[in-house]
């Protein structure tokens, strides 16, 4: 084969290698693509519906606040040491001391980890019931003290995340930066492939309405 039928064949193949991997990171999260970008009522189209199913839940099948890399620090720890806008003095078995947390849900500030809970952005029954019933324990486990990602796991007040419970966004929403909870809580649901049942979807579609269309950008796991 000649050379100038060869060029344009090769420039076609590249084309297409290109729109092959174009598509395979923007498609939905049933993809199980290693990196999503869209913007955030696009995000929400692409959030699975199906029905809850909330039968065999147990917290206790979610095994939370490992030292996954075993520096003597467990997830709630690390979470706490890293969002901290003061940063406390890490003691002995990791006790932490002198630092200041923010919790953008209600705007308050607290100094000592007793009054911060981590909140799982996406609730653990939440989780459970759109999709984790069919997950292995070790993703369980990993779901549940997920440090790859801000938007996990977040430091609240304790009294607004007992409030939260298992709710979605259909049924709660925090007093404070409600577009940015908006946001945080699709990334998730996208990041472990977490489906969306048709009241949640509907909620999520309004509430973007009223909430600048940015872009979300999430690593799926």
């Not at 297409?16 to 955030?40: D, I, N, Q, R, V």
């Not at 839940?57 to 075993?70: E, I, L, T």
Request: hydrophobic share 35%; net charge negative; proline share 3%.
């Amino acid at each position: 084969m000649s050379q100038t039928r060869v060029r344009p064949l090769i420039s076609a193949v590249a084309a297409l290698l290109t729109l092959a991997a174009t598509t395979f990171l923007t498609t939905g999260p049933a993809s199980a693509a290693a990196s999503y970008s869209a913007p955030l009522s696009e995000a929400i189209d692409h959030l699975d519906v199906a029905t809850e199913q909330r039968d065999g839940y147990d917290r206790d099948k979610f095994n939370h606040w490992v030292d996954a890399d075993g520096d003597g620090c467990d997830a709630r720890d690390e979470v706490l040491i890293e969002e901290a806008d003061d940063a406390p003095t890490v003691g002995s078995g990791c006790s932490l001391s002198g630092g200041r947390w923010y919790s953008y849900y209600d705007g308050a500030s607290h100094t000592q980890t007793s009054d911060i809970d981590i909140d799982h952005m996406v609730p653990l029954a939440e989780a459970w019931d759109s999709g984790a019933y069919d997950w292995s324990a070790s993703r369980r486990e990993s779901y549940a003290n997920d440090l790859g990602d801000h938007r996990t796991l977040v430091g609240v007040t304790d009294s607004v995340n007992q409030a939260k419970g298992d709710q979605d966004p259909a049924e709660w929403l925090p007093e404070e930066q409600q577009c940015r909870y908006l946001r945080e809580f699709v990334a998730v649901k996208i990041r472990w492939s977490l489906a969306v049942d048709s009241t949640e979807k509907s909620a999520l579609k309004e509430l973007a309405g009223g909430c600048e269309n940015s872009t979300i950008t999430v690593t799926v796991v």
